[in-house]
């Protein structure tokens, strides 16, 4: 199953020109600065806006087809929206505003049910409240869990972090996970962090000035040279791995990828269990051999696949590691003196990993 | 204390003023919900129409309408026509002019309220599976609730007080058309001050009573500032 997007639109000086088809599955990222059409393209999507072209479905069903008239209104479409506010509606209280649109389903099916969603979310505590005394994560929360009671086939967020200070960050962001990870329900989340994207996207459409630069897989698209992620300070690279084994007497977890090891400190994971990780540019230094006398464990063999300038200084390279991609920030001195080129055999040397 | 034809005044009084709030409340809220969303341009004409009442002079409306209305008006013979009576002197000519002195007090509460809503709302409540109408009802009027009891009051006690139209349209019959404010007058040029005072004295403590409840309600309850 598949979400298909074709959408163009005019607004003054604004235009957007978007064609992109995404897997109906997993969380995938409209990704880009403030004012690049993400937010506009994601109230298309919802219905909110009517593009003057457009042709929008998903799998079976088509929510818009401007060639046959074609237009189902927004409360007819089977989609969750998340506002960057929890827009909560102030009249009612937690509960209420939870079970609005599970009061409306009607004879459609409902999978999600109100204690999956109250459990899943931890909204028990809250629901006699009024919503206007609830903090900002909270509010979030109950916001989230309103628009996936509506039981919908695609879900929308448009920053819902962004309006958060970091703590309310930090409690919302393993529900997000937990989300991906629980529910079958492909979505569809706008952002211009980075951070977010890493964490928690499996696709990225790379949307500048209402255009689409770049789609692809995240790690692809954060690695790659001619984009922004990878230009900016903080350019780094997201592994998928498995936890591998536990080394008790060091406290260390050994994670695999393709047939290589990452070892870090102990993590409180089950065997088997697959986790991100972020490893940044700056971090992974070259090495034309592997060096056993060396504290660093971390020591990947790696192919280069392209490379190019960052300033007068610093060069960016990009490298294979069994199908997985790295990111590696080396002075052009090094580069010269390695004599690093496209295809070349290399050990790349990773001083610092983080878990996502 | 109260004769017989003051409390027929009284009674009736009530009857017109509820009835125009009813009204009023029916047809107001559309009108007010067009004037609080319309981009059309001639919206400011018909603003401006429903506003006529507050400054115009009561006895000009209340003119026009006798013209209207009366036997030989347009109005007056298309209700002739169809098998009715013209409305003029009757207690149905007092509730079209009642209706229409009273628009602004309901209308204008109304469409503020509806105009300072978030329309963040409705789009929420739209992706939630609401239909227009049932968002509007479930989202749009409990939002506005403090104006529809401003608009409600307003235009109950507006009618209440009101004198020049129904002394134009209505004339003074005893229990037909003799509205309170008219009984008033009636005692006054009379000379019987005593009942006079009772009905005076009477609606000054009514309407103050009714303002005062709106005020006091409207400030405990003011969405937005109970939030710290």
């Given at each position: 199953m598949s979400l298909q997007i074709r959408y163009q639109l005019q607004r003054g000086a604004f235009a957007l020109d978007v064609d992109v088809t995404l897997p109906a599955k997993g969380i995938s990222a409209l990704f880009g600065p403030s004012g690049c059409g993400k937010t506009t393209c994601l109230r298309c999507i919802a219905g909110l806006e009517k593009p003057q072209q457009g042709l929008l479905t998903l799998g079976e069903q088509c929510w818009q087809d401007s060639t046959r008239a074609h237009f189902i209104p927004v409360h007819q479409r089977a989609v969750g929206y998340v506002f960057q506010d929890a827009a909560l509606f102030p009249h009612l209280n937690v509960e209420a505003n939870l079970l609005y649109a599970y009061r409306r389903l009607g004879k459609r099916p409902a999978n999600i049910k109100p204690d999956a969603i109250i459990d899943l979310l931890r909204l028990s505590t809250l629901l006699p409240r009024s919503v206007d005394n609830l903090s900002g994560g909270e509010q979030q929360r109950v916001a989230i869990g309103r628009a996936l009671l509506a039981n919908p086939d695609l879900l929308l967020m448009d920053e819902p972090l962004s309006a958060l200070d970091a703590a309310s960050k930090a409690e919302i962001m393993p529900c997000l996970e937990q989300l991906h990870d629980e529910l079958s329900i492909p979505i569809l989340y706008v952002s211009h962090s980075a951070d977010e994207v890493a964490r928690l996207a499996d696709n990225i459409v790379l949307l500048e000035n209402g255009q689409v630069q770049a789609q692809g897989k995240t790690s692809d698209i954060f690695t790659r040279l001619d984009l922004a992620p990878a230009q900016r300070s903080e350019a780094s690279a997201i592994i998928e791995a498995q936890v591998?084994?536990?080394?008790e007497e060091f406290a260390l977890t050994r994670l695999a990828f393709s047939g290589r090891h990452i070892t870090l400190p102990a993590l409180a994971l089950d065997k088997d269990q697959s986790v991100r990780i972020i490893i940044h540019a700056r971090d992974v230094s070259l090495a034309l051999e592997h060096q056993l006398?060396?504290?660093?464990l971390n020591i990947l063999p790696v192919e280069v696949e392209a490379i190019s300038a960052i300033n007068a200084a610093q060069m960016l390279v990009r490298l294979d590691a069994g199908g997985q991609k790295l990111l590696s920030r080396i002075t052009r001195k090094s580069a010269n003196v390695l004599g690093i080129k496209p295809r070349q055999r290399l050990y790349a040397q990773v001083k610092s990993v983080s878990l996502l | 204390m109260l004769s017989e034809s003051d409390i027929a005044a009284l009674w009736l009084t009530f009857r017109l003023a509820i009835t125009t709030t009813l009204i009023l409340l029916l047809f107001g809220t559309p009108l007010a919900w067009w004037l609080a969303h319309s981009r059309r341009r001639f919206k400011v004409i018909i603003e401006a129409v429903v506003s006529l009442p507050l400054v115009l002079p009561p006895t000009v409306l209340g003119f026009y309408l006798l013209i209207l209305l009366g036997v030989q008006g347009p109005v007056g013979s298309l209700f002739i026509s169809l098998g009715g009576e013209a409305p003029v002197f009757r207690f149905s000519g007092l509730v079209i002019g009642s209706v229409l002195y009273s628009l602004p007090f309901v209308v204008q509460p109304l469409r503020d309220s509806f105009a300072m809503q978030n329309p963040r709302l409705l789009e929420v409540a739209a992706t939630l599976r609401a239909h227009p109408l049932d968002r509007f009802f479930s989202v749009a009027l409990p939002l506005a609730r403090h104006g529809f009891l401003t608009a409600s009051v307003l235009g109950f006690a507006h009618t209440v007080g009101e004198f020049g139209v129904v002394l134009m349209i209505g004339g003074n019959i005893p229990g037909e058309t003799q509205v309170l404010s008219i009984a008033i007058y009636d005692h006054v040029e009379s000379l019987e001050y005593a009942q006079a005072h009772w009905l005076a004295g009477g609606l000054l403590l009514l309407s103050f009573t009714l303002l005062l409840m709106v005020y006091a309600f409207n400030q405990r309850t003011r969405p937005g500032q109970s939030r710290a």
């Open positions: 591998e084994s536990h080394d006398n060396s504290s660093i | -």
